[in-house]
């Protein structure tokens, strides 16, 4: 506890940019694709448009990690292990945690800290609600003031999201602190008090953001599940078997079938994270679908030449299908 005190003493770099990888990009797998999420949530201008595809620039980056929350395919990577917070939420038996940004001066020695909260995803949230955890406190003290405010106010919406469509599924308190009052395990204390009551609850543990570095290599760019689908599988498996077909409503897409559907493999094929394929052959051939894999890309639906593919999105996600633009 004293040596890991020490540390965060130490100022705190820059927040760390993401990189794109080109190969990922929905718009590089298909041209007829218009994915725009990443441009919406940037608000640095470090994403932008040439000849119809994605370009980064590093130096206008503010690392808020908006685009790697939204993007379906991770063309957008970070070197935050998402799995491995996950991974080390769920392991950890005790009544509080608390998770911030890299940014900050920690509450406590044995915080987990990301490279911003704009990191997650619903799915990443769902999962934290339902690790068995008395309650997860997310440190925004400060956020307010930060370039990156955005991604704080989007965090708070997504939270929001989470907590009222998948509440029955929530066992551990997702709480919000933002300054002296504002977190509800000690409303009427003072700062000093708080971190007390704060550090009393809390295991003496060696955590930090290098423990969830990444070891995925960003130049990947073949056929691969993104992290938000192996969250949602992890939840899937981990949930009792009379609740599942509730939870998959919530959280999954849900992809159906004209009877223009002739079996072929054009879905198949375009599909990136695996969640289509075809099963037998001939007459008896059947197109099978993973909903747990499925990121919602919408690829399916823009390649399908008889236009019998149709995607609807989990209630969870709150997106809107990705549109497609003209070769011309």
Wanted: proline content about 4%; overall charge neutral; some cysteine.
């Amino acid at each position: 506890m004293q040596i890991l005190s020490l540390f965060n003493n130490i100022p705190v770099e820059q927040a760390p940019v993401v990189e794109l990888v080109q190969g990922r990009c929905l718009r590089r797998r298909l041209n007829t694709c218009g994915c725009h999420l990443c441009l919406e949530v940037c608000t640095s201008e470090a994403l932008f448009l040439v000849d119809r595809q994605i370009q980064f620039d590093g130096e206008k980056c503010t690392g808020c990690m908006r685009c790697a929350a939204v993007c379906p395919n991770e063309a957008l990577v970070t070197e935050c292990d998402l799995e491995e917070v996950q991974r080390t939420v769920q392991s950890l038996a005790r009544e509080q945690l608390v998770i911030s940004c890299t940014r900050k001066k920690q509450l406590s020695a044995d915080e987990i800290a990301v490279p911003c909260l704009g990191i997650f995803a619903e799915e990443s949230l769902l999962a934290f609600g339902m690790s068995g955890c008395q309650s997860i406190v997310f440190n925004l003290d400060g956020c307010s003031d930060c370039e990156n405010r955005d991604a704080a106010t989007s965090f708070l919406t997504t939270r929001r999201r989470v907590l009222d469509i998948a509440a029955e599924f929530l066992c551990t308190g997702l709480l919000i602190f933002e300054g002296v009052g504002s977190c509800s395990i000690n409303t009427s204390a003072d700062r000093r008090a708080f971190l007390s009551c704060l550090q009393a609850s809390l295991a003496t543990i060696a955590l930090g953001p290098s423990s969830f570095l990444s070891t995925d290599s960003p130049k990947t760019s073949g056929r691969r599940i993104p992290v938000r689908a192996k969250i949602i599988e992890k939840v899937f498996a981990d949930t009792a078997i009379e609740s599942r077909a509730k939870l998959l409503s919530l959280c999954t897409h849900r992809l159906t079938l004209s009877a223009a559907c002739n079996r072929c493999p054009l879905c198949t094929g375009i599909c990136p994270t695996g969640a289509l394929r075809i099963n037998g052959s001939g007459t008896d051939k059947q197109l099978l679908f993973t909903s747990t894999r499925c990121s919602g890309c919408g690829l399916c639906v823009s390649f399908c030449k008889q236009s019998a593919v149709s995607l609807s999105f989990s209630p969870l996600s709150a997106k809107e299908p990705i549109p497609a633009i003209s070769k011309s």
